[in-house]
């Protein structure tokens, strides 16, 4: 698939099947997402932490569903494969939240290209990123703190989420 191809089909995918993503797919979408623009090109500033292990999913969840009183939560909607992007707590928030949408974005399109389908996830950093014997699963430097992952995995539904055409306000100056 083409670039612009995969740009249009990405969307995303809130119920996965539980197949997990196979490694040489998933080593070829973390080489794409370390090809993000970075600020500064200072790559140390990140990391990705990519979670094979559907148990240890389920146990980021439970804690979500007993830290927010929601036994319905899904917040990784069961996808078999996560790959947590962290980036340094030292640099501005909002360099380290770009940086990270860069690096998501980039992964997604890769993932897309692959048949592969995804999704962003922050709402589970604001529960679950003081619960520090859940965050050292996560295998990250020093001085690094989770922003965000992205969820892969095969959809359920395969026609349920065929991608909407979306605008935003475009303005031409010449
Ligand atoms: C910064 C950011 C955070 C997001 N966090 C979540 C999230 O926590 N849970 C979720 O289901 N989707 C999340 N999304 C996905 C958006 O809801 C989704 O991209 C948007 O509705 C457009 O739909 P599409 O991705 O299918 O094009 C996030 C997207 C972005 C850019």
């Not at 995303?12 to 090109?41: D, M, N, Y």
């Not at 340094?88 to 690096?103: D, F, H, K, M, Q």
């Amino acid at each position: 698939m083409d670039t612009i191809s995969a740009i249009h089909a990405r969307h995303s995918c809130r119920a996965f099947c539980r197949q997990p993503v196979p490694e040489h797919e998933l080593t070829q979408i973390l080489l794409a997402g370390q090809q993000a623009p970075i600020a500064q090109a200072m790559y140390s500033n990140m990391q990705l932490t990519a979670i094979h292990d559907r148990r240890l999913i389920d146990t980021f969840t439970a804690r979500f569903q007993r830290l927010t009183a929601n036994l319905d939560a899904s917040p990784f909607y069961d996808a078999p494969t996560l790959v947590v992007i962290a980036t340094n707590s030292y640099i501005a928030e909002g360099i380290g939240l770009a940086n990270a949408g860069a690096v998501a974005q980039t992964m997604m399109l890769a993932a897309t290209s692959l048949g592969i389908s995804s999704v962003l996830l922050t709402s589970w950093v604001r529960v679950l990123r003081d619960q520090k014997d859940l965050i050292d699963q996560l295998l990250l430097e020093r001085t690094l703190v989770p922003v965000a992952a992205v969820a892969l995995g095969y959809a359920k539904n395969k026609d349920a989420q065929a991608p909407t055409p979306r605008s935003m306000t475009v303005k031409h100056v010449y």
